[in-house]
């Protein structure tokens, strides 16, 4: 009788159980947070999706919230934005991973100042508006793969593939069935060290597409009994792991207007004002781009990663990078033209970042700047006044430098708009003083943790 009423009992909880779903947002943090309900009940919250708070932004990487504009006053909703649902099933009777990107709004149902999903659409609606331009953008990941195999000098090997293949072979699959597109997987330089491309699109969906392989690629790990992380370094003094934005420009049209084969190294004249908009808010675009005290271990001289603000053709170590295209007869170069930033890291969001790098640009053009100074050699090797006449600004070497750089920088400051821009540094400079007097191999480990 016993037994009988308890097998009834658990057939009819299995029978009940469905997948949650959560309506997500990538914050000032880079961290995916939301809120969940019984995946049945999605039609209900399509519109207001669920309650969020604005405090909820001033929550850190290391989960806690020093200060904060807000307190506890305010009500907003997090809503799904269009058909952008991650679904992880592994059809093995785990539990179906759902989540939705979604847009912080106010309860009129305009987007919230601080939502840097918003921040994105504004900056690629005031380009479009401006311009008549439209941004195409794809982030390249490094990341660090713990309980991998590893054996000395496996850089890029083929046995560094052989041995994570069983994670691989469900990642790309999981980035594939999420509509990622992913390119190309590879071994990296460093130990452990794993690269992931997917292919550029328009517009807001290339950051929804870093938000989501970041943690697609952090679920699969898991499930392979993995820990990966994207934290711009894990153990110092070895290689970081750079977030390499790839941009190009495109008219209204469709039609790719980044080359133009009688400019500078190829670069049409938009392009060109463009990339010299970002050159000259560099500092302050770093403040968002490389927003923790460990992106500037990774951003060191000859690290492959960029320590100076320059616009470099074939050098890896350029902040802006022209990439290389294959000189064939046959081959149109104008689709594949290309540039890369070099300074982001993962411990940003992607929405912030992009949006950061749109508004620069944007500023380039309004100001018809031209070209950046091409150099071609190492820009330690030249002295401050050289530099200074070739345009070639330090980045920040620290933080503290980048938030300063922004505070500084009123141009900038307008783009994120007066309560993002106080929301940012009040959150940020709370980070810092968090880490403060920690050891910097401690410092190292905490990020690595988060990210
Ligand atoms: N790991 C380097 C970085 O931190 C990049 C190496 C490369 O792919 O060029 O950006
Ligand atoms: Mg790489």
């Not at 708070?53 to 809503?79: K, Q, S």
């Not at 560094?160 to 691989?168: G, Y």
């Not at 170590?317 to 982001?344: G, K, Q, T, V, Y």
């Not at 031209?370 to 090797?381: I, S």
Request: aromatic fraction near 6%; include cysteine; proline fraction near 7%.
């Amino acid at each position: 009788m016993t037994s009988t009423s308890a097998s009834v009992a658990d057939a009819s909880i299995a029978s009940a159980a469905e997948d949650l779903i959560l309506i997500c947002c990538s914050d000032i943090a880079g961290q995916v947070r939301g809120k969940g309900f019984p995946a049945s009940h999605l039609d209900q919250h399509r519109r207001f999706g669920v309650g969020w708070t604005p405090t909820n932004i001033m929550i850190n990487c290391l989960g806690a919230i020093p200060a904060t504009p807000f307190g506890p006053r305010g009500d907003l909703y997090l809503v799904p934005a269009d058909s952008s649902e991650v679904v992880l099933d592994f059809a093995d009777g785990t539990p179906v991973e759902r989540w939705l990107v979604g847009d912080i709004l106010n309860l009129d149902e305009t987007p919230w100042d601080c939502c840097p999903r918003a921040f994105l659409q504004r900056a690629l609606a005031e380009l479009e508006a401006v311009a008549g331009l439209r941004l195409k953008a794809s982030f390249e990941h490094e990341f660090h793969l713990a309980g991998a195999a590893h054996r000395s000098g496996d850089s890029y090997a083929l046995s560094s593939m052989r041995s994570a293949a069983p994670f691989t072979r469900e990642l790309i699959a999981a980035l594939g069935v999420n509509g990622l597109e992913p390119e190309t997987f590879l071994p990296e330089f460093g130990p452990r060290q794993y690269e992931i491309t997917v292919r550029p699109v328009i517009g807001v969906e290339a950051a929804d597409r870093a938000v989501k392989l970041r943690e697609i690629t952090r679920a699969v790990a898991e499930r392979h009994g993995l820990v990966a992380s994207f934290a711009p370094v894990v153990t110092r003094g070895i290689v970081g792991n750079g977030v390499h934005i790839h941009f190009s420009l495109e008219d209204l049209n469709g039609a790719p207007v980044t080359y133009d084969p009688a400019g500078p190294a190829g670069l049409s004249a938009q392009t060109a004002a463009f990339a010299a908009g970002i050159l000259r808010h560099v500092r302050a675009v770093c403040a968002l781009t490389a927003p923790s005290l460990l992106s500037y271990e990774r951003l060191r001289p000859h690290a492959w990663s960029a320590y100076w603000g320059n616009l470099g053709q074939r050098d890896r170590e350029a902040l802006l990078r022209i990439c290389p295209l294959p000189s064939a007869a046959d081959i149109d170069p104008a689709p594949r033209f290309n540039l890369e930033f070099r300074a982001a890291d993962a411990t940003a969001s992607p929405y912030l970042q992009l949006g950061m790098l749109v508004m620069a640009g944007l500023q380039g053009i309004k100001e018809a700047l031209p070209a950046p100074a091409l150099h071609d050699g190492d820009p330690e090797e030249l002295s401050e006044d050289e530099r200074r006449s070739l345009g070639i600004q330090d980045l920040p070497r620290s933080l503290e430098q980048a938030l300063q750089a922004l505070d500084e920088d009123d141009v900038a400051k307008a783009w994120l708009g007066p309560s993002l821009a106080a929301a940012y540094l009040m959150h940020k400079r709370g980070e810092i003083g968090m880490l403060q007097g920690l050891d910097a191999d401690e410092v190292c480990r905490r990020y690595a943790e988060a990210y």
